[in-house]
């Protein structure tokens, strides 16, 4: 057939997905669920404001970082305005 070999497979979620997440990335699935609970995005600085008002003290950037790539290992996505998302992200 022509164009038979032109098709691509869609390449797997990001992650390891049949695995369960280290207490880490729980953590942060944990978190991430209770921002979008609370009605906000999930972005750096509502990460930040999150993990500040649980710990009652400043959280240092890469903190926030390590909390965002946890969710990553996890399969979420980032849209164009930086915001993640579980999933794929349209």
Not at 43 to 66: D, I, Q, S
């Amino acid at each position: 057939m022509v164009g038979e070999s032109e098709r691509t497979k869609t390449p797997p979620p990001k992650g390891d997905g049949g695995r369960a997440p280290t207490a880490e990335e729980a953590e942060a699935l944990e978190g991430a669920r209770a921002i979008i609970a609370d009605g906000k995005r999930v972005t750096f600085g509502n990460v930040e404001a999150y993990l500040e008002k649980r710990a009652g003290r400043y959280v240092e950037p890469k903190v926030v970082k390590r909390f965002l790539n946890a969710l990553a290992s996890q399969g979420w996505t980032t849209d164009k305005e930086g915001a993640l998302s579980e999933g794929v992200v349209g």
